[in-house]
């Protein structure tokens, strides 16, 4: 048995073996291509998890909607559904699902084991060629209900796509309530889909900008409590926060680097000059990356750390530039019309994601890491601030509307847009790694 999360969470899986299905003759297995530039959604059969009563069904329907969500799946109205699955673990009618197009399969049951843990497990079944192509089984407390559901989602899309999934994330973003002028902000937490929300701060003073730092239990923000934006570290789980340092002028943009040793930040001096630094975590000490006499200001780390990425208005409007993660070889890459801003590197590296101003509207963009392939996935009359999820498929950002700001998440073909269910209007998304 393998633990698949931090051990003070109860959760914990094993492969289910294959069933006779499995020695039926080989065909070629159902698959996604997600490099095509055009991927039709796969069918999908998804029936409720057996046993556990409602909590089958709520199960599988996270599981369903997660997968619709991703706009590569598409689940059949079980309405559709000719045969009734008694137990997961029989080999299905094969024809019965062929005839409605469920080109994959999955069953599943939930139930309640003696020291009150809940065992969910599922299989996933190609239809076509007659066979199991993965099981596992999940064991997990109350609390994690809703998690299995997004790990069972997670390993059907990688099974399916060949990339690791997306939904077993949190999304920490800035949480506006009241008047528009006299707006709460807090800083929350939530479930990539949008539920369970909790609060990680209380609204008394502004905050902005929250980042996760890759050891997924700590963001580092930006606070306005003392009057002057000061960064703050903040354990997630615990609560427990400090201050990164007492930075003289203003400090914008803090963000992780990717071994999560260090912040990078953009600092404005007493020369009114706004340049990038680096700070060690562990020593404290600073190092200054930039030395112009512009503004330059949202840093982000390649994945490997060798180099960051950071705008510039030092060619006379914003544009992109890159340079190594020691400051050396600063370059310019963007050369599009409009004003560029918070540039973003793909946890895939092979993308920069960013936002972008022109003729009186605001997209979303990405392009190569050297400038080239500019491609606007999305466009709106304001609209900012991408973050990647960490398969680096898709995106998520906000958009000003009826009142204030909502989140919106769009693939890498800019054809799937979603709007991201909040209680309140909601801002400055930064979406987490995958949960261990």
């Known amino acids: 048995m393998k633990s698949i999360l931090k051990p003070l969470l109860t959760i914990a899986a094993m492969a289910l073996g294959m069933t006779a299905a499995a020695t039926l003759p080989a065909y070629a297995l159902v698959e996604l291509n997600v490099n095509k530039g055009n991927v039709e959604p796969l069918p999908i059969a998804i029936t409720d998890f057996q046993g556990g009563d409602a909590l089958g069904a709520e199960i599988s329907g996270i599981v369903s909607a ?5 706009g590569l799946f598409a689940p059949i109205d079980k309405s559709a559904f000719i045969e009734k ?4 673990d029989a080999t299905p009618r094969f024809d019965d699902w062929k005839v409605i197009n469920a080109q994959a399969l999955v069953t599943g049951s ?34 994690n209900q809703r998690r299995v559901a997004h790990i069972i989602a997670d390993a059907i899309y990688e099974r399916l796509t060949g990339e690791k999934g997306y939904f077993d994330t949190r999304v920490v973003f800035i949480d506006e309530s009241g008047a528009k002028n006299a707006r709460k902000k807090r800083l929350a937490i939530m479930d990539q889909d949008g539920a369970n929300v909790r609060y990680l701060s209380n609204g008394k003073s502004i905050v902005l900008t929250p980042r996760f730092s890759p050891n997924r239990q700590e963001i580092t923000y930006m606070s306005y409590e003392s009057g002057q934006p000061k960064v703050y570290l903040l354990q997630i789980e615990t609560g427990q926060r400090e201050l990164v340092g007492n930075f003289p002028g203003m400090t914008f943009a803090p963000r992780f680097s990717p071994d999560g040793q260090k912040v990078i930040m953009s600092l404005l001096r007493d020369d009114g000059n706004s340049n990038i ?19 330059d200001t949202s840093p982000s780390y390649s994945p490997d750390g060798s180099k960051v990425v950071f705008t510039s208005d030092r060619g006379g409007r914003a544009q992109i530039y890159s340079m190594g993660a020691d400051g050396s070889g600063q370059t310019r890459i963007s050369f599009g019309d409009g ?36 491609r606007i996935l999305s466009s709106g009359f304001q609209q900012e601030g991408p973050t990647w999820a960490p398969n680096g498929r898709v995106l998520m950002f906000f958009r000003d509307s009826a009142g204030g700001p909502k989140l919106i998440s769009v693939d890498l073909t800019g054809r799937n847009e979603q709007s991201i269910p909040t209680a309140n209007f909601a801002s400055d998304p930064a979406w987490s790694p995958l949960l261990e």
Do not use: C
Request: charged fraction near 25%; avoid cysteine.
């Open 85 to 88: 699955i008694s137990s997961p």
């Open 66 to 70: 997660d997968l619709k969500r991703s």
């Open 277 to 295: 630094f680096a700070m060690d975590l562990r020593s404290r000490s600073t190092t200054r990356l930039t030395n112009s006499t512009a503004i």
């Open 339 to 374: 004003v560029y801003s918070t540039p973003v590197w793909s946890p895939r590296g092979d993308l920069i994601a960013f936002t972008k101003q022109t003729g009186g509207e605001f997209q979303i963009g990405v392009m190569k890491t050297d400038g080239s392939g500019e």
């Open 110 to 143: 939930v139930t309640k084991e003696a020291d009150g843990r809940i065992r969910a497990q599922y299989r996933l079944w190609d239809t076509f060629a007659g066979q199991q192509m993965s099981g596992e089984q999940f064991f997990a407390n109350d609390a």
